[in-house]
């Protein structure tokens, strides 16, 4: 629609020459619907919406109704609309998540059934982690992250690996001191920020390019009811060698 597509010419700071600027009204309310949404997982009515997004209703009405239409939103109990998992399943198969999860999966099976603990994979995602797969633990105990969470990068495990083993940022004195050892050691574990009485550890997984991919995680719970087979340290160097056989999927170095 013509009315919906305006330009604007802006100047680019890099080469000191005029930028010129689209803007699509309605595709940027979708994306902001879909944004908002997604911290409010149980959901919103259209009321709500428009007014977490200071619109009328009738500016935001026609744009759920197409998403609803393409299974992008989906309408549940008191007319709440919810992002559907189509938006994980396209993020999945438009970037290298989907890779990364098929060769991962059997791996992390292995794992879990070796060390009778959960684990899964983080992926960094701007100034967060982001659970992009995970495997229960085979025991009638566990725990587990689910798919889709954020994780902080500075505060968990998962999160100093993605930090001390890709691109360099802006941390704090502390951090920077944190992730010098954990790459001095090639891993981190630590207690967990989250759960009392759970190490977290977690290990890189490198792509083909060399570069980091993700970081391979286990929250190793420990049990008390004599049935535990694996101990903190054998868990770790299971870990490691799974992460190796991923990153040596991804055609990476196995390290």
């Known amino acids: ?39 409010t997982p149980h959901g919103l009515t259209i009321s709500e919406i428009a007014s977490r997004l200071s619109l009328s209703i009738s500016e935001i009405f026609r744009v759920i109704m197409v998403m609803e239409r393409r299974a992008w939103l989906r309408k549940g109990p008191g007319d709440r609309f919810r992002v559907t998992p189509k938006v994980l399943d396209l993020a999945f198969r438009a970037t290298p998540a989907e890779e990364l999860s ?5 791996v992390m099976h292995d794992l879990a059934q070796r060390i009778g603990q959960s684990c899964h994979l983080v992926v960094r995602n701007e100034d967060q982690g982001l659970v992009i797969l ?7 105990t566990g725990l587990s992250v689910r798919i889709g969470a954020s994780l902080s990068l500075e505060k968990s495990s998962s999160g100093h690996v993605l930090l001390a083993f890709g691109p360099e940022g802006k941390v704090t004195a502390k951090t920077e001191a944190q992730l010098k050892a954990v790459r001095a050691q090639g891993y981190e574990m630590m207690d967990s920020a989250r759960t009392l009485g759970v190490t977290d550890i977690s290990y890189p997984v490198f792509g083909f390019d060399g570069h980091l991919a993700a970081a391979l995680t286990v929250p190793f719970l420990k049990l008390i009811d004599g049935t535990q087979t694996v101990d903190r340290d054998e868990a770790r160097d299971h870990l490691a060698r799974a992460a190796a056989r991923i990153s040596a999927g991804l055609g990476g170095p196995e390290k």
């Open 1 to 39: 629609m013509a009315q919906d597509i305006e330009t604007d010419d802006s100047t680019n700071e890099d080469t000191a020459g005029p930028r010129r600027v689209y803007s699509a009204p309605a595709l940027e309310k979708g994306f902001n619907v879909i944004e908002l949404l997604a911290d």
């Open 102 to 106: 098929v060769v991962a999966s059997p």
């Open 134 to 140: 995970r495997q229960e633990s085979p025991g009638p």
